[in-house]
Structures are given as C-alpha cells and as structure tokens.
C-alpha cells in the first residue's frame, strides 16, 4: 500500500504530464484542446479552490498515509502481544512440566495417610483422633502439631 502512495500522482505531476505530452482532454463529448487543457491546469496549481475540483483525490494520499500507518501500528502492537503471550503460554507449560516430573511429586514419594499409617505411626499429627493435628476450643481451631497437649 504504502509502494502505490509513493507513486501516487501530484496534481503538479498529473499537469507537467499532461502539458509536456500536449494531450488533449475529452470532458463528455467535448474536447479541451491542449493549449486550454495547460491553462485550466495551471490556474487550478495556483487556486486551491481549483485545484480541489479539478484534482479532488489529491487529499486522498495523505488520508490513506494516515489510515495505513494506524492499521500498521495497530498490527505490530497486536504482534508484540502475541508474541508476549506464546511466551508467557510456554513459561507456564514449562513450570507445569517441571512440577508433574519433579521427583516430590512422583507417586512413590508421596506419604500415604491410611489407616495402616495410622497404626503404625499412631502419634503423627495428621493421625491423632482422625483430627489431622487440628484440636478445637472455644475459639476457633487451633493446630498443634508438637505431639502434647495443647497450649504446653
């Protein structure tokens, strides 16, 4: 887009052309010969109120100018956060990963709480009375994790 805008022909170019070439101009069924066709050229180059009827897309380019750097800015902002976000996508599978194979959380390390646990480690704390180590009192739950009474 921005290749065509470069090329996009002046109202100067468009009569410098059309001069040097001494071309004509049908307009309907009439001809501007090219003598007249210089001349009506030449007054609208110095009237910019001419000039906008005559030549009425030479505003066009810098409309488009501005259109196409905004949605060009709009597409490499929308790049950058998507590239930031893969990023970040793989940062998380990576840790996600790390964690399911990290050696702590394999299934033959893991505690197995069950009863026969519990029978044969009757004083751990997560197995005192089916309480989990938590003792109540009169003000909420208290953890005691010590193995004595609590409060001691």
Same mark, same amino acid.
């Not at 101009?25 to 007249?36: A, S």
């Not at 964690?99 to 505690?111: G, K």
């Not at 009863?115 to 989990?132: D, I, K, T, W």
């Given at each position: 887009?921005?290749?065509?805008l470069?090329?996009?022909?002046?109202?100067?170019?468009v009569?410098?052309?059309?001069?040097? !070439?001494? /071309?004509s101009?049908?307009?309907?069924? !009439?001809?501007?010969?090219p003598?007249?066709?210089?001349?009506?050229?030449?007054?609208?180059?110095?009237?910019?109120?001419?000039?906008?009827?005559?030549?009425?897309?030479?505003?066009?380019?810098?409309?488009?100018?501005?259109?196409?750097?905004?949605?060009?800015?709009?597409?490499?902002v929308?790049?950058?956060?998507?590239?930031?976000f893969?990023?970040?996508?793989?940062?998380?599978?990576?840790?996600? !990963?790390?964690? !399911?194979?990290?050696?702590?959380? /394999?299934?033959e390390?893991?505690?197995?709480?069950?009863e026969?646990?519990?029978?044969?480690?009757?004083?751990a704390?997560?197995?005192?009375?089916g309480?989990g180590?938590?003792?109540a009192?009169?003000g909420?739950?208290?953890f005691?994790f010590?193995?004595?009474? /609590?409060?001691?």
């Amino acid at each position: 887009m921005f290749g065509a805008l470069s090329n996009f022909p002046t109202p100067k170019f468009v009569s410098e052309s059309w001069c040097s !070439d001494r /071309q004509s101009v049908l307009i309907g069924d !009439d001809e501007m010969t090219p003598d007249y066709t210089c001349a009506v050229l030449y007054a609208a180059l110095k009237n910019n109120k001419l000039k906008g009827e005559i030549f009425y897309n030479s505003k066009v380019k810098s409309t488009l100018v501005q259109v196409g750097a905004l949605a060009l800015s709009k597409a490499v902002v929308s790049g950058i956060v998507a590239s930031a976000f893969l990023k970040q996508a793989k940062l998380v599978k990576d840790v996600k !990963d790390e964690f !399911d194979n990290a050696e702590f959380n /394999q299934p033959e390390n893991q505690l197995e709480f069950d009863e026969v646990f519990c029978l044969n480690n009757p004083a751990a704390p997560s197995c005192r009375g089916g309480s989990g180590g938590r003792l109540a009192s009169g003000g909420g739950v208290d953890f005691d994790f010590s193995g004595g009474a /609590q409060g001691q």
